[in-house]
């Protein structure tokens, strides 16, 4: 019993030597079947969510994002945001006008106007949940505008 | 002081005849090639490529001198606080050059630009697991950020099987900085440390870990962590966010430079990382640890006094252990008169031979520093391009 | 609901402190066996579930009031704030034992001295209802719900997030490790304190 104890705890020893060595090499091959076995994104809170609508414009496209009131809970915060976004970047007018409907009923919640050059936007709300902007961004790739929103549910 | 001369002298050595610590070394040298080799080879510039070859000749050498001299802790302080320098050297510059400054802005955290950091661990785990989503504003795989969660993931669970909480003093990034204050002074001015200090980390990881988990933010890496003085952090665009420099820039001079000097420990490590505290956990399934002989123990306390992360107290030593909180740094067991301080592997007996235990844990330990090592390499090649061409970036 | 239990395992120690005073010489004055501890310690935690429950009628009623009183909503809910960071700080920066007119179990009624099969509950009972600094939290958290349902779940979740830390009690050979986990409760509650102190004085600013 002592040896087998013994020849084990030396055999695991070597294991850990093991893997010191070879984590570095296989991290290229295990980080993504790990991300997609285990089905992980990031918080909406960073990316905005998934998108719920895409409208085609002639050069460009319109991605609306869906509301953002996530939590840890089971159920939703009180107060959130969506995230309204251009792409791409190069193909953006110099104004963009553009009414938002987020919650899919068909009604525009608000009317964005968007001056990409000067990274600047004007809210104009429609409905009462909706409050005020929260800012505008460039990103590599596109030009986006969160809108902060109180929980229509709640 | 001849009679303290006189015990160092007769005190066991774990050092090792030239040729047996020459031929340890050289499977050293030919992983640290395999490993760092090939991202040489496809640098393409010849600064990177001597930056690299001199990283190599100088990460061999400080392994060999390790096995050598028996000294593990000296020489693993010297690559640690090495790594932990690197890291700013190549990080801000990178951060400049890629973003104009080391400032995180809005835009920078809406499009996953931020780098992982794995002392983000503990907070982001329950997010995780009830929500899948990562609590953190970085990438999950590598396109454009210094770190990616998923790397980060995978390092830090290979480093907590391999050895444990050893991340602390042979993985960690930033632990180094600790370190290397926590060794200017030749003798402690605050002697007397409360002793219930040692638990304010794990009252940090309750907190943080139950504060993120409600607010769906990464608490420590927003209020508390004194590291982003190193790296990256929010811009001081309002009175919060202001607050918050505040805060870390306080927590960094109190905590890794001032405390350390005066008290000759490693303060931020021991006594305030909540992600130390998660580790420590996870050293219970790692099959290394530090015991101490009872039959060659003199009670001297010389360890109780050193030990920079307080993983040492009376009842532990009379029950010939160190405290979960161990960093297995080797301290205690260079500095230990009697040589009754030793690197174990659990299961084996108590009185098998300590050399093998301490080359096993050494190889495992400085193998998962070359991980994080290739810092020194980018820091050597942007010090080269500072002096050939002005510039780091 | 994960809310309640989150908050409950964060402050389950500070509620240990408290009933600990109660619970532990009863239990040890019984001097009865493992599984008879354990019945104890349930009729105790029932009781506790008791005096919880309650609580959760309670906070659901007081949101349900400041619903209906918006000017009120924002500096109640600061005070709240506030107040439990003060209360926290007291449990964290003070000496663990809790004065004796916080904890209402020290006088057990006369009456439930007349059945003592009754005793733990009862005991439980006050004990649960008492204002300690995590009943503030979990109040807050409830009141904020809007729904009688949510309340009592969150107190519910609150009280099995509480309860995971008496559970080691009843083998008593726990007493070893309970000042280590004292000092890890205090220090997490003027961690999670300061937390709540700020965001009690952000909610008094209306934000930055």
């Known amino acids: 019993m002592k040896y087998i104890k013994s020849f084990l705890g030396y055999s695991i020893a070597v294991v850990c030597i093991l893997i010191s060595i070879m984590v570095g090499p296989m991290i290229g091959l295990l980080a993504e079947p790990f991300i997609k076995t285990t089905g992980l994104r990031l918080s909406p809170n960073y990316d905005g969510g998934e998108v719920r609508q895409t409208i085609d414009h002639a050069a460009y496209q319109t991605l609306v994002h869906r509301m953002v009131f996530d939590n840890t809970l089971i159920g939703e915060r009180k107060e959130g945001f969506v995230q309204v976004e251009w792409a791409p970047l190069a193909a953006l007018p110099a104004h963009i006008d553009e009414e938002v409907d987020v919650n899919g009923d068909n009604q525009a919640d608000f009317r964005l106007v968007v001056d990409t050059a000067n990274k600047q936007s004007v809210l104009t709300p429609y409905s009462s949940w909706v409050q005020e902007l929260e800012g505008t961004y460039r990103f590599k790739n596109s030009m986006a505008v969160r809108v902060r929103l109180k929980n229509p549910a709640r | 002081m001849a009679a303290i ?39 393409g510039d010849s600064l990177a490529l001597i930056a690299g070859i001199i990283a190599l000749l100088g990460i061999n050498t400080i392994f060999f001198f390790m096995l050598y001299t028996g000294k593990t802790d000296r ?319 | 609901m994960i809310q309640g239990f989150l908050l409950g395992l964060a402050n389950g120690t500070t509620c240990l402190v408290f009933c600990i005073p109660v619970l532990v010489p009863f239990l040890l004055g019984e001097g009865k066996s493992v599984p008879n501890n354990l019945v104890t310690l349930s009729k105790f935690l029932g009781g506790r579930l008791g005096g919880y429950l309650l609580f959760g009628l309670l906070a659901w009623a007081t949101g349900n009031f400041l619903s209906g009183a918006a000017g009120l909503q924002i500096p109640a809910y600061a005070i709240a704030y506030i107040g439990l960071a003060i209360l926290l700080l007291t449990v964290g920066l003070r000496a663990p034992a809790p004065p004796a007119s916080a904890c209402v179990v020290k006088s057990a009624p006369a009456a439930l001295r007349r059945w003592p099969a009754l005793l733990p509950f009862g005991m439980g009972f006050l004990a649960g209802l008492k204002i300690c600094p995590p009943m503030l939290l979990a109040f807050t958290g409830a009141a904020n719900s809007g729904s009688l349902l949510g309340s009592l779940l969150l107190f519910l979740a609150f009280f099995l997030g509480t309860s995971i830390y008496f559970i080691p009690l009843s083998f008593l050979g726990a007493f070893a490790r309970l000042p280590d986990l004292r000092i890890v409760g205090r220090f997490a509650a003027v961690i999670v304190a300061l937390y709540y102190l700020f965001s009690g004085i952000l909610m008094f600013a209306g934000g930055v």
């Open chain 2, 75 to 393: 020489y693993r302080a010297v690559m640690f606080i090495i790594i932990a320098i690197a890291l700013p050297m190549d990080f801000i510059p990178w951060m400049i050059k890629t973003y104009g400054s080391m400032m995180l802005t809005d835009e920078i955290v809406y499009s996953g630009g931020a780098s992982f950091c794995p002392l983000t661990m503990p907070m982001i785990l329950i997010p995780a697991l009830v929500k899948r989503v990562i609590i953190f504003p970085g990438e999950l795989l590598p396109t454009m950020a210094h770190g990616a969660f998923s790397l980060m993931f995978i390092i830090w669970v290979a480093a907590s099987l391999s050895v444990g909480m050893g991340w602390c003093s042979w993985v960690c990034l930033y632990g180094g900085w600790d370190e290397f204050f926590s060794r200017l002074r030749r003798k402690p001015l605050i002697k007397n440390i409360d002793r219930r200090w040692i638990y304010l980390p794990f009252g940090m990881l309750l907190a943080i870990v139950v504060l993120s988990a409600i607010t769906f933010t990464p608490i420590y890496c927003e209020w508390f962590c004194p590291f982003k003085i190193a790296t990256e952090f929010q811009a001081p665009v309002n009175l919060l966010t202001s607050i918050q420099v505040g805060i870390f820039v306080v927590l960094f001079i109190g905590l890794v430079v001032v405390l350390p000097i005066l008290t000759r420990r490693r303060v931020q490590c021991g006594l305030f990382c909540p992600f130390g505290a998660l580790q420590s956990f996870l050293n219970k399934i790692n099959i290394f640890e530090v015991r101490v002989d009872l039959d060659k123990c003199s009670e001297c306390k010389q360890c109780l006094r050193t030990c920079p992360t307080f993983s040492l107290d009376e009842s532990s030593l009379k029950s010939g252990k160190t405290l979960i909180t161990c960093t297995k740094c080797s301290k205690c067991i260079d500095g230990c008169p009697k040589g009754a301080a030793y690197y174990h592997i659990k299961g084996t007996s108590l009185k098998a031979s300590p050399q093998t235990a301490r080359i096993l844990f050494v190889y495992a330990g400085f193998v998962l520093m070359l991980i994080f090592g290739g810092e020194i390499v980018n820091a050597l090649y942007r010090i080269f391009k500072l002096i050939t061409t002005g510039s780091m970036l």
């Open chain 2, 5 to 43: 001369a006189q015990v160092k002298s007769r005190r066991p050595s774990l050092q090792l005849p030239v040729w047996k610590a020459l031929l340890l070394s050289l499977p050293m040298l030919l992983i640290s090639s395999f490993l760092w080799v090939p991202n040489l080879s496809g640098a």
